[in-house]
């Protein structure tokens, strides 16, 4: 997976966009990552020292102050913007180039794997003739559960049989023999496969 850059500039304080325009400026100059930058470094630079300014006399300032200092705050954010571009552009998703830019890096997705095994495996009594209800906790990375079902030992694994499967974290097991034990578990299916099954729960049907 490449890597990006986080550019939420938004988000910032007025202090905190001051701050990333400054260390964008340090980190660039004479970076031989970044020798053709879309936005020249000492425009940067002295747009920093105009919004440092601005803010420090819009402190408790006049109307006009802030203004003038919200004028900056989005000439900065619009050249932030489009020096990420270039950034990206060079870069082409290299950590360590990146990483050399100034801007801060996005956090990279980490793979979820097999999911883990569904909890608290209920086969709960209804009225309903032949009818049990299942319910489990839900399980991260899993995008459906393979409901399995037996009548025999539960201990032994070629007795377990595939029943359904649902996007939920219940289910309903109909045509069922009235009052004769079951035995019911589910094993959470995510992008990398199956999971183990969840302690077997017995329930009975009405």
């Known amino acids: 997976m490449k890597a990006n850059i986080k550019l939420s500039l938004f988000e910032l304080t007025f202090v905190k966009l001051l701050a990333l325009l400054r260390n964008v400026v340090a980190k660039m ?10 936005v020249p470094l000492d425009d940067m630079a002295k747009l920093a020292d105009d919004l440092e300014a ?7 300032g006049s109307r006009q102050s802030k203004l003038v200092r919200n004028a900056l705050v989005q000439q900065a954010r619009e050249m932030l913007r489009v020096q ?11 950590v ?5 830019s100034g801007y801060e890096l996005a956090k990279q997705r980490e793979p979820i794997g097999i999911p883990g095994t569904a909890k608290d495996m209920q086969a709960l009594f209804t009225n309903r003739r032949g009818e049990v209800d299942l319910r489990w906790k839900s399980v991260h990375g899993a995008h459906g559960y393979q409901v399995w079902m037996t009548d025999k030992d539960p201990a032994l694994e070629a007795n377990w049989q595939a ?12 045509d069922l023999e009235s009052l004769k034990a079951y035995w019911f578990c589910v094993s959470a299916i995510g992008t990398a496969g199956e999971g183990a099954q969840s302690d077997p729960a017995k329930g009975i049907a009405a």
């Open 29 to 38: 100059t004479g970076n031989p990552n970044f020798t053709t930058p879309a």
């Open 54 to 60: 601005a803010i420090e006399d819009a402190t408790n």
């Open 84 to 94: 990420a571009d270039y950034v990206r552009s060079v870069c082409a998703g290299d």
């Open 96 to 100: 360590v180039k990146l990483d050399s």
């Open 163 to 174: 029943i359904g499967y649902t996007t939920r974290v219940r289910h309903s097991v109909t």
